[in-house]
């Protein structure tokens, strides 16, 4: 029945989506790349001449970058662990019959919604500050010396403030993905005399795989990026102990004016990100299929 | 005695999930409780939670003292701005993708959402550059083009998502009956699929309004949504725990009453259809 006129008008109404998203792919990408081997710093005007991939050399054996690459790592991993284990602390919790599910649903999706500058720092001033903060106060009063988070565990911090963020979000999915479980199935195992661990390692966590990698590919693409959190906190610091590789991009490029060297290091981040894409792809993929 | 055994372990339960939930709720709570205190109360070393003398001053204050108006304004023209244009361009291809299938339609989705995860500093540099030389740098417009872009992909995949759902017999029925191909879309798409177009809309709206990479970047004095003047508290003078806590209230709690009617949403929105 798709005749010929409404083929022509599907690809007529394609048409817009398709070469936005195309221009603004391919042309910034583009430009990247190319100023990538230029020697081009916006406060050295000169020749911009050609350098090849000395810009590359400079930023992957800079020490900077090899410690921001484990504490973008740290971070990455840090959150994950939390929010997964969290995620299915939680889910498992919310599943089960309790009365007020509704507001304690509420109430645990809500920090998913705080603009990360509000969570980042309301955490810094009111809960982490070691002479006004809440935790110093408590410490204080248990008669214990507060901590300076910032200071003393600033890539911790972030991680902490970062996991409240996306606990929700893992929590969610998860509960979304227990909830489609056959409850037949666990009624057998009832039958069968399963322990409730039993049945959470034998049939839940198998049930949860699919939705563990998905939340895990999804917030590994989102974390990769983390940067307001890490602005309004610690400004990459103390030295780069808190930086990661986006925020060091952002610094060489924003900061520092080197076009050259920000590229170089766009790149890479580019890169790396597509080698998770890769596996997130591969997974949607197969659901669009079935 | 098994209704018993249910009915203690439901009271276990609850409250395990109450205490649970609520100590994940607090800090929201607690800039609440916050934002009506005075500036010393809100740094005392015995913190109280209801016992103190409630004040709106700090409201007040937030709203006289600074141009918070405008930059709510931003924040408003900015994410809805963004989310409306992305709609509009958005709708056409997800029908288009939904109704014509071609050999080619799953891979232009899947390519479509890959765009979505190539990290920003990766086209940092150029869009800021464009930017500058387009004299876009610190405008609403500009922000609005590059929120547009940014979620075209989860709007796209969303209302595709959406359309699907709708039965081609409705379709079939529709042409039956000699309608054209105008009359298919307003009258007959486009309501059934109104519900999902309001999802969509709301769950960008409140990605835009949270979004704290480009807005941060490419914005001064001038177009800087929340997120930006939000974190200018972050070199702040003197006391200000009290006055954070109000203008976070205020730049929160909208989007947070949306956020809760878009629970179902979230999941298809960003789970990209990876959970079902």
């Known amino acids: 029945m798709a005749t010929t006129q409404s083929r022509t008008l599907a690809k007529i109404m394609l048409f817009p989506s398709v070469s936005l998203l195309l221009a603004w792919m391919i042309v910034p990408l583009c430009m990247t790349l190319y100023f990538s081997v230029l020697d081009y710093n916006l406060l050295m005007p000169g020749d911009n001449e050609f350098i090849g991939f000395l810009n590359y050399e400079f930023f992957l054996t800079d020490p900077a970058f090899i410690e ?10 840090g959150v994950l662990f939390i929010t997964i284990c969290g995620g299915i602390g939680l889910a498992v919790l919310l599943d089960q019959a309790i009365w007020g599910r509704n507001y304690v649903r509420i109430m645990v ?3 998913f919604f705080v603009m990360p500058t509000v969570s980042a720092l309301v955490w810094k001033n009111m809960f982490m500050n070691p002479v006004n903060g809440l935790f110093a106060h408590f410490a204080e009063f248990i008669g214990v010396t507060p901590i300076d988070f910032f200071a003393e565990l600033p890539l911790l911090s972030i991680i902490i403030i ?4 996306w606990l929700p979000f893992a929590a969610l999915i998860l509960l979304t993905a227990i909830q489609s479980l056959d409850r037949e199935q666990l ?3 009832d039958l069968d005399g399963a322990g409730p661990w039993s049945k959470f390692v034998y049939i839940v966590l198998p049930h949860l795989s699919r939705a563990v990698t998905a939340v895990i590919l999804i917030e590994t693409i989102f974390l990769l990026s983390i940067f307001a959190e890490i602005l309004v906190t610690t400004s990459g610091g103390p030295g780069y102990s808190s930086t990661n590789i986006t925020y ?6 924003l900061l520092q004016f080197d076009v050259g060297g920000g590229s170089a290091g766009g790149i890479v981040a580019v890169v790396i990100a597509n080698i998770v894409a890769i596996f997130l792809m591969r997974l949607i993929g197969k659901n669009l299929e079935g | 005695m098994a209704i018993k055994d249910t009915k203690k372990s439901k009271l276990i339960y609850t409250l395990a999930a109450w205490s649970v939930s609520g100590m994940i709720f607090f800090p929201i709570l607690w800039t609440i409780i916050t934002s009506f205190k005075t500036e010393s109360e809100a740094i005392s070393a015995s913190p109280s939670l209801f016992m103190f003398d409630w004040t709106l001053e700090n409201y007040a204050e937030v709203l006289s003292r600074s141009p918070y108006f405008d930059h709510f304004m931003n924040s408003v023209v900015i994410s809805l701005g963004a989310s409306l244009l992305g709609l509009l361009i958005a709708i056409p291809a997800a029908w288009s993708m939904a109704f014509v299938q071609t050999k080619r339609t799953k891979n232009l989705l899947m390519w479509m959402l890959s765009t979505k995860m190539l990290p920003p500093v990766g086209v940092l540099i150029p869009i800021y550059l464009l930017f500058r030389d387009f004299g876009l740098l610190d405008t609403r417009i500009g922000l609005v083009i590059v929120m547009t872009l940014i979620n075209l992909p989860i709007m796209v995949w969303m209302l595709y998502t959406y359309f699907r759902e709708i039965p081609n017999e409705i379709l079939e029925a529709a042409r039956m009956d000699g309608a054209g191909i105008k009359q298919e879309i307003f009258q007959v798409l486009l309501p059934i699929a109104l519900p999902g177009i ?10 835009a309004w949270n979004e704290a990479f480009w807005t941060l970047i490419l914005t001064a004095a001038n177009a800087a949504p929340l997120t930006a003047f939000i974190a200018s508290y972050s070199s702040p003078e003197g006391l200000f725990y009290a006055k954070l806590s109000a203008a976070s209230v205020m730049a929160v709690v909208p989007i947070l009453i949306l956020g809760w009617f878009s629970q179902k949403q979230l999941v298809r929105g960003l789970s990209f259809g990876a959970v079902k």
């Open chain 2, 198 to 207: 309001a999802s969509t809309l709301l769950l960008n709206v409140i990605l």
């Open chain 1, 109 to 111: 999706l809500a920090p």
């Open chain 1, 187 to 189: 009624e057998a195992a």
């Open chain 1, 162 to 165: 970062v996991s409240w963020q």
């Open chain 1, 68 to 77: 921001s690459f484990f504490n973008t790592l740290l971070l990455v991993g």
């Open chain 1, 248 to 253: 060091l991009i952002y610094t060489q490029s």
